[in-house]
């Protein structure tokens, strides 16, 4: 029982990752309406930024909040350059083009930071927290700004007349445009939000993994991942969606003879899918019914 | 929206539909082709008969994910899955069977088929991202399956397999390079006949009905569970026969040749050459094959940037790939015509 309650609690602490990534996902998924496969790399190439600006002398709090800003504003850009001008093609000729972003991104932070791994510096401390060896302060951090992350988008989505905009631009893009809602830059204003919160979540899961241009790659896919089981359409969702992954990865690897951890990837998907099997709208998303 | 449910308006689907006329080439258009495929190699050196040949091998598999996405309008990152089992399945009936090569091809087709119809039937319920998602934790899979410890004896483990390459049958005098491209050329003709057939028949159109409407598809009475999971039967079994055709061809199959990179190259292919458009499949092949060496060629550091500044440039000029060129050519005949 001990054994059981340990992995669970180790799984609550890597599925914090995962909330935090799937939060981003899910975050751009309402914007958009699609996946986007460099978010990953995005999020790796703003934690870059931040340590350089530590690198130059300013303090953590300092590179945090310029980073963040950073990352803001790049979103918007990249929205506006790269993916504006393909608002009316495929939607697979865009998934293309987060293909390519991704290899843009990935190969340049390689060649400006080179592939040695980094030291990453934590705000909360590593020491055991609250005497227990499998959780640290940093990861108990972790889940709380994911937490406080998550509150703050409830409410910026719920009760601001902007969040209520990009609502119901992503929801009914005609009927909002004919309301006067601008939703051409709700979609930009969607990318860099989401920028921003995965900025922050490759700074907080960076001391973790550490620090190197491929850091994101399985990060990204249990983002995903978390954020399909919780229901794509949920933020709330997306992070119960992290922890469960992170609990049914470990609990895999503990329990079942012969999962090594090659194998624990395959068989968290595996559950996944016979989750999205029985709701195929994910845990908590919407059910979308189709008009004919 | 209050309410728990989110209504959908009609024409939101992912995929765009291309009627079945615009899927092919014209005859005349087809045969310049195929003569060029036929002479061509006489005439250059073994390396660029090999890679005719794997163009061709790629090419095929780009047209099973076409027929599979472009068809019936189900997405799928699993390609590289059915590719490995094709080539598996291929190499240990060569090596530990010693059967011939040439008879691998159809069981490795028919051992694909079951294994795609059998996935089709779980991902029937599931589409879109979520379906991409199903696809995609099969191709994560793969890799690891080929290495577990009980399959060893026949898969070889991490090291893969060895395949003999096969000598030109009939003391025909040609290079065993050059053999094995007019084999696979063969087999690519035969699958691509196929193919176009399969499109402009019952099957095809019910494929196209449930791509561009499944709700209407099933009021006019075609059965979408049945044409989801055999559009995934015959798109794997393609593929297979691609794999087993790239397992011959490499002279070696491996768990780590056929990962998530891989299902990615294909479904970039498949963009490229235009979604829903057979002969694009190759000039999508092409794409996936000759443009990451050239990135590497202008920059080695930067590869990755270079290949990804390519791949945006082609998709800004021509967001529907090849088939938009195709189009474009040929209204420029027909005014040409006229004058």
């Given at each position: 029982?001990?054994?059981?309650?340990?992995?669970v609690l180790a799984g609550i602490a890597t599925g914090a990752i995962y909330a935090c990534m799937a939060l981003a996902v899910v975050m751009i998924y309402q914007a958009i309406d699609h996946l986007n496969f460099a978010q990953g790399e995005m999020a790796m190439f703003s934690t870059f930024i931040s340590w350089q600006l530590m690198q130059w002398g300013l303090s953590y709090w300092a590179a945090f909040v310029v980073t963040l800003a950073f990352s803001f504003v790049a979103g918007i850009a990249i929205e506006r350059i790269l993916f504006k001008p393909l608002a009316k093609a495929p939607v697979l000729t865009n998934v293309a083009g987060f293909i390519a972003l991704f290899a843009i991104i990935n190969s340049s932070a390689g060649l400006i930071w080179d592939f040695t791994i980094k030291q990453y510096p934590t705000p909360f401390g590593s020491a055991p927290f609250l005497g227990s060896q499998l959780i640290s302060t940093h990861q108990a951090g972790m889940i709380g700004v994911t937490v406080l992350l998550l509150l703050g988008l409830y409410f910026f989505f719920q009760y601001t007349?902007?969040?209520?905009?990009?609502?119901?631009?992503?929801?009914?893009?005609?009927?909002?445009?004919?309301?006067?809602?601008?939703t051409s830059w709700m979609i930009a204003l969607g990318w860099g939000m989401a920028t921003a919160i995965g900025s922050i979540a490759g700074m907080l899961i960076a001391p973790v993994v550490f620090l190197e241009p491929n850091m994101m790659g399985g990060v990204l896919?249990?983002?995903?991942?978390?954020?399909?089981?919780?229901?794509?359409?949920?933020?709330?969702?997306?992070?119960?969606?992290?922890?469960?992954?992170?609990?049914?990865?470990?609990?895999?690897?503990?329990?079942?003879?012969?999962?090594?951890?090659?194998?624990?990837?395959p068989i968290a998907l595996a559950l996944i899918i016979s989750v999205l099997v029985v709701k195929p709208a994910g845990l908590f998303g919407r059910h979308i019914v189709k008009r004919v | 929206m209050s309410a728990a449910e989110e209504v959908v308006a009609e024409g939101h689907?992912?995929?765009?539909?291309?009627?079945?006329?615009?899927?092919?080439?014209?005859?005349?258009?087809?045969?310049?082709?195929?003569?060029?495929?036929?002479?061509?190699?006489?005439?250059?050196?073994?390396?660029?008969?090999?890679?005719?040949?794997?163009?061709?091998?790629?090419?095929?598999?780009?047209?099973?994910?076409?027929?599979?996405?472009?068809?019936?309008?189900?997405?799928?990152?699993?390609?590289?899955?059915?590719?490995?089992?094709?080539?598996?399945?291929?190499?240990v009936l060569m090596e530990h069977a010693n059967i011939n090569y040439a008879l691998t091809i159809p069981v490795s087709a028919v051992v694909c088929f079951g294994f795609g119809y059998l996935f089709g039937k779980p991902a029937l319920r599931l589409s879109g991202v979520y379906l991409a998602l199903a696809t995609f934790a099969l191709a994560t899979a793969m890799?690891?399956?080929?290495?577990?410890?009980?399959?060893?004896?026949?898969?070889?483990?991490?090291?893969?397999?060895?395949?003999?390459?096969?000598?030109?049958?009939?003391?025909?005098?040609?290079?065993?390079?050059?053999?094995?491209?007019?084999?696979?050329?063969?087999?690519?003709?035969?699958?691509y006949i196929f193919s176009v057939n399969l499109l402009r028949s019952r099957s095809g159109r019910a494929f196209m009905a449930i791509r561009d409407n499944e709700i209407a598809a099933s009021s006019m009475g075609v059965n979408v569970a049945l044409y989801k999971t055999l559009a995934f039967g015959v798109?794997?079994?393609?593929?297979?026969?691609?794999?087993?055709?790239?397992?011959?061809?490499?002279?070696?199959?491996?768990?780590?040749?056929?990962?998530?990179?891989?299902?990615?190259?294909?479904?970039?292919?498949?963009v490229v050459g235009g979604v829903g458009w057979l002969p694009g499949s190759f000039v999508g092949a092409a794409f996936i094959i000759f443009v990451p060496n050239m990135a590497e060629s202008i920059s080695k550091g930067l590869s990755g940037a270079v290949f990804g500044v390519l791949l945006f440039l082609v998709i800004y000029l021509v967001p529907h790939g090849a088939r938009q060129i195709a189009i474009m050519g040929q209204q420029l005949a027909g005014r040409l015509k006229k004058n």
């Open positions: 029982m001990e054994l059981f309650t340990n992995q007349r902007i969040g209520l905009a990009m609502r119901a631009a992503a929801s009914v893009p005609e009927s909002a445009r004919l309301v006067g809602i601008n896919i249990y983002g995903f991942a978390a954020a399909v089981l919780g229901g794509l359409t949920s933020p709330f969702g997306a992070v119960v969606g992290g922890f469960l992954v992170g609990i049914f990865e470990n609990l895999a690897g503990t329990y079942i003879p012969g999962v090594g951890n090659e194998l624990k990837l | 689907q992912a995929v765009e539909a291309v009627p079945k006329r615009a899927m092919t080439l014209g005859t005349g258009t087809s045969l310049v082709v195929l003569a060029a495929l036929l002479i061509v190699p006489l005439f250059v050196k073994n390396f660029i008969i090999f890679q005719m040949t794997m163009l061709l091998i790629y090419g095929l598999a780009v047209l099973a994910l076409n027929i599979l996405t472009g068809g019936s309008g189900q997405f799928s990152l699993g390609q590289s899955a059915f590719y490995a089992v094709g080539a598996y399945t291929s190499a890799p690891q399956l080929l290495k577990l410890n009980f399959l060893e004896h026949w898969t070889g483990g991490v090291q893969g397999l060895v395949v003999t390459k096969p000598d030109a049958p009939f003391g025909l005098p040609m290079s065993q390079d050059m053999w094995l491209y007019y084999f696979t050329l063969i087999v690519t003709l035969a699958i798109s794997a079994a393609i593929t297979g026969v691609a794999g087993s055709l790239g397992a011959i061809a490499v002279q070696f199959v491996a768990p780590d040749s056929y990962t998530i990179t891989l299902a990615i190259s294909l479904f970039l292919g498949m």
